[in-house]
């Protein structure tokens, strides 16, 4: 394996960490933001808090925790000439994983839209209810990669 794996897992730790921590909060905003009322200081507050989590914080760790989770899969693979790693259990469910922390990711990012354009139509108890589905993916992920079940 490059020498530089463990450099390379520990930079992708810190930016999953990073991702998780705007994927758990800017739910937890929302929640706080359908209260305020539009227009008011307290509704601009939350659209400028928004609008930075997402493009300063959770775009950028989403896009490193790619890239560096992909130089992870290149390294294991051999640069991608030893599939066979793909097909076991445990790095599926982590890659499954990160498609629907992607997706989740996505519609963050469309509904901060709605909240900047005033259109939500969600209710404060929603935000509050769905705040934890990360947090549920990564606890899947991280047992999936940790023990490498099925390996």
């Not at 758990?24 to 008011?40: E, K, M, N, Q, V």
């Not at 066979?84 to 992607?102: C, D, E, Q, R, S």
């Amino acid at each position: 394996m490059s020498a530089y794996y463990d450099l390379i897992r520990g930079l992708h730790i810190l930016a999953v960490i990073a991702w998780m921590a705007g994927l758990l909060y800017l739910p937890r905003l929302f929640a706080y933001h359908t209260r305020a009322t539009p227009g008011s200081e307290m509704d601009l507050t939350f659209k400028t808090m928004e609008r930075k989590l997402l493009s300063i914080i959770m775009t950028p760790a989403m896009i490193v925790a790619w890239l560096l989770g992909l130089a992870l899969l290149d390294i294991r693979t051999a640069n991608f000439q030893d599939p066979g790693l793909m097909l076991h259990p445990w790095l599926l469910t982590k890659l499954i994983g990160v498609v629907l922390m992607t997706s989740w990711h996505h519609f963050l990012a469309v509904n901060r839209r709605k909240f900047a354009e005033d259109r939500n139509k969600r209710p404060e108890r929603f935000w509050r209810m769905v705040n934890e589905i990360p947090f549920v993916l990564a606890i899947v992920m991280v047992i999936a990669v940790t023990t490498e079940f099925g390996h």
